[in-house]
């Protein structure tokens, strides 16, 4: 069996997934017959695991795209305020030479 994070359709709609206006819908089919009863109990079952499973794998990766976005933030920041020091040093040295 392939673990769910690793399965070809969770890889198929991971970036679909993530977008800001994405909707995830289920089709379970089932059958009223009352000798599969039990099957159709499985496949309910089954089907809210994996849905579970699914909107655990959303939150995961939102949450570290958020991470991601805080980083780069971060490090634009980091750029911006090494670039500004960079400048005033320079700026003093070229006030010191004159």
């Known amino acids: ?13 991971r970036q679909p997934l993530l ?6 819908a289920m089709i379970v089919n089932i059958n009223p017959d009352p000798h599969i009863f039990d099957e159709t109990i499985t496949v309910l079952k089954f089907s809210a695991v994996a849905m ?4 655990n794998l959303v939150e995961h990766y939102k949450a570290r795209a ?16 090494e670039m500004a020091d960079q400048a005033s ?8 030479e004159w």
Do not use: G
């Open 89 to 96: 040093a320079m700026v003093a040295q070229v006030q010191q």
């Open 52 to 55: 579970e499973q699914l909107m």
């Open 66 to 81: 958020r991470e991601e976005r805080q980083r780069n933030h971060t490090l634009e920041q980091d750029l911006r305020n």
């Open 1 to 13: 069996m392939v673990p769910f994070r690793d399965s070809k359709l969770t890889q198929l709609f």
């Open 19 to 24: 977008s800001k206006n994405s909707s995830v």
